[in-house]
């Protein structure tokens, strides 16, 4: 199993950047996919970016696509999330969440707990 723990979250003005870190326990961090959810008030948690266990492969929902970066550190089992050109719609909870490699499922098993991200209008 793993543990998740988002950091980085807080508010930043529209056009700002802001850096969000997940860290993960257990000595298997490679195992796992890695992705990005949010879900803000009145609406449904919806996809935002995952990462393969090597870094080689990455995915966007369409809405953030040239505004946010995925990446992965292995070594330091964490998993980070680039926001650039933050949009007042971006104002939600992140969370960082987990699943197996092997699996083809896009079902993930493991969540961190979120952290804010709130950009004024």
């Known amino acids: 199993q793993v543990q998740l723990v988002e950091s980085g979250g807080g508010l930043v003005q529209a056009g700002g950047s802001l850096r969000l870190s997940c860290a993960a326990s257990?000595?298997?961090?490679?195992?796992?996919?890695m992705g990005w959810f949010r879900q803000a008030p009145g609406k449904e948690r919806e996809f935002v970016a995952g990462?393969?266990?090597?870094?080689?492969?990455?995915y966007y929902a369409d809405s953030v696509k040239g505004r946010f970066t995925i990446s992965r550190d292995n070594a330091k089992s964490t998993v980070y999330l680039q926001m650039n050109s933050l949009k007042p719609e971006y104002t939600a909870v992140y969370s960082c969440?987990?699943?197996?490699?092997?699996?083809?499922?896009?079902?993930?098993?493991?969540w961190g707990r979120g952290t804010q991200v709130t950009v004024p209008s």
């Open positions: 969440a987990a699943k197996p490699s092997s699996s083809g499922s896009s079902t993930y098993t493991y």
């Open positions: 257990g000595r298997t961090f490679m195992a796992y996919t």
């Open positions: 990462i393969s266990w090597n870094g080689g492969s990455t």
